[in-house]
C-alpha cells in the first residue's frame, strides 16, 4: 500500500526538481517586475486616495472645515484613521484604507503599506493655519544624502508619504497575526517594516532616505502643491475662496474698521495685518467659515484711511479702506517667501509693488474684485492681488 505513495511523492519531486531547473534569469526577472508593478500601483492608488480626501475634506462628512486636511494614519490596525499625537506634530503608522475607502492594499511583497503624515496637514488635531503655503516635514535624501527639492513646497518638502515596506530583510522579524496587516496591529515596531524612516516626533524637519542599499522601501511623496493643483481646478474652489474674502470683509465692516495689526503708513492709508478675526462678529465667524477665515487671514492684508475719511477711490465707489487678498507668492526674479514668522508678517512678502503703489495713491480702481482661478492657474501661480471696497457699517 505504500509504494503508490511513494512512486507519488517521487513523481512531485521530480516535478518540483524540473520546474527548479526551470527558473531562469527571465523567469526571475519578470517575478520581480510583476512585484514592482504591483507596488507603484498601491503606492498611486494611494496617494491619489489622499489627495481626493483632502480636496474634498469640507464636502460631505465636514461641512464645518476648510478643504485641504489629511487624515491621521491607522494607529491600531483597524483599517480606520484616528487622533494622531500632539498639535502640530507628524505622526506614522498603516495606511488608513477604509477612512479611505480602499481596500487593504498590498505591495509586491503582500505587506499593507505604511503612510506618515505632517503635522502642518493633519485632521486630528489640525494646525492653526493651512494654506497653499504651508509645507511639509519630510525631507527625501538621495543615495548620496542630497536633498531632493519637490515642486509644490516652497521648502521642497513633503507634506505626507506612502511607503510600501517590501520583503522583510535580515534582523527583521514580523510575526503573523489575526489582523489584516499581520501581528503588528498597532504599529509600534516599524523598524522591523520600514527602513527609510525612524520613529517621528518633534517639529521639525525629518529626513527620508529614498535610496540606500541597506533599504528596500517604495515610496510616493505627497506636497501642497499637488493637494492645491487638484482644488485649483475645480470650478466651485475660486467661488470658495471668494466666500472667505468677503466674510472677513463683512466682519471688518461690521467692527467699523478697526485698526490693522501692526500697520505701516502709506500715503494716506495705513495697511497691516488683520485684526483678531475670533473678537469680531459677522459672518466670519459662522460655523460653516470659521476654519477657512482662519486658514485664509494670514494671506489678507488690510487697510483703512488714517483721517476716517473716504481716501481711496474704488471700482465704483469711494471707500474708507481695503481688504486685499494675496493669492500665491511670486517665484521670479525677486521672489516672495513666507517660510517663518517675520516672513509672514510681512506686507510686501503678499503684495506686489504695484498694488502697494495704487493704495499709496489712493486708487484701487484698477484692482480685481474676484479671485480668479481659471483652468490654467491649476499648473500656474495665482498671485494676482485682489482688493474688496471697505466701509465702516452705519
Not at 505626507?160 to 497575526?177: D, F, K, N, S, Y
Request: hydrophobic fraction near 35%.
Amino acid at each position: 500500500m505504500l509504494l503508490p505513495a511513494f512512486a507519488i511523492l517521487l513523481s512531485l519531486g521530480g516535478l518540483g526538481w524540473l520546474l527548479a531547473r526551470q527558473d531562469s534569469a527571465a523567469d526571475r526577472a519578470a517575478r520581480e517586475l510583476a512585484q514592482e508593478t504591483r507596488t507603484a500601483r498601491a503606492l498611486l492608488i494611494a496617494r491619489d486616495a489622499l489627495i481626493g480626501f483632502a480636496t474634498t475634506y469640507r464636502n460631505k462628512e465636514h461641512p464645518n472645515a476648510d478643504f485641504g486636511y489629511l487624515p491621521c494614519p491607522d494607529l491600531n490596525g483597524d483599517g480606520s484613521s484616528e487622533t494622531c499625537g500632539s498639535k502640530d506634530q507628524p505622526s506614522i503608522g498603516r495606511l488608513p484604507y477604509l477612512t479611505l475607502n480602499l481596500p487593504d492594499l498590498r505591495d509586491g511583497a503582500g505587506e499593507c503599506l505604511w503612510y506618515a503624515i505632517s503635522g502642518s496637514f493633519k485632521n486630528n488635531p489640525k494646525a492653526s493655519v493651512v494654506n497653499w503655503d504651508s509645507s511639509g516635514s519630510f525631507r527625501l535624501l538621495d543615495g548620496s544624502k542630497q536633498a531632493l527639492v519637490l515642486p509644490g513646497d516652497q521648502e521642497g518638502l513633503a507634506v505626507a508619504i506612502v511607503i510600501a515596506a517590501g520583503p522583510p530583510l535580515a534582523g527583521q522579524e514580523r510575526a503573523p497575526g489575526p489582523g489584516r496587516c499581520g501581528g503588528d496591529q498597532e504599529a509600534r515596531h516599524i523598524q522591523h517594516y520600514v527602513e527609510s524612516l525612524g520613529a517621528v516626533s518633534g517639529t521639525g524637519i525629518i529626513d527620508v532616505r529614498s535610496d540606500t542599499p541597506d533599504s528596500n522601501d517604495r515610496i510616493a511623496a505627497i506636497t501642497g502643491g499637488d493637494i492645491y493643483r487638484q482644488l485649483k481646478s475645480r470650478d466651485t474652489y475660486a467661488p470658495h475662496l471668494q466666500t472667505v474674502l468677503q466674510a472677513t470683509a463683512d466682519c471688518l465692516q461690521t467692527a467699523r474698521l478697526p485698526r490693522p495689526v501692526e500697520p505701516i503708513p502709506s500715503g494716506a492709508v495705513e495697511i497691516g495685518r488683520l485684526p483678531a478675526l475670533d473678537r469680531i462678529s459677522g459672518p466670519c465667524n459662522k460655523d460653516t467659515l470659521r476654519d477657512a477665515t482662519g486658514n485664509w487671514g494670514e494671506m489678507m492684508r488690510y487697510a483703512r484711511c488714517i483721517d476716517g475719511t473716504d481716501c481711496l477711490t474704488g471700482a465704483s465707489n469711494k471707500c474708507a479702506g481695503a481688504l486685499l487678498f494675496g493669492g500665491e507668492r511670486l517665484n521670479g526674479s525677486i521672489p516672495q517667501r513666507r517660510t517663518n514668522a517675520e516672513e509672514r508678517k510681512s506686507t510686501e512678502q503678499y503684495l506686489e509693488p504695484a498694488t502697494l503703489a495704487a493704495l499709496a495713491t489712493g486708487q484701487v480702481s484698477g484692482l480685481p474684485a474676484s479671485i480668479a482661478l481659471p483652468f490654467a492657474t491649476r499648473t500656474n501661480t495665482a498671485s494676482a492681488d485682489v482688493a474688496l471696497c471697505l466701509n465702516a457699517a452705519p
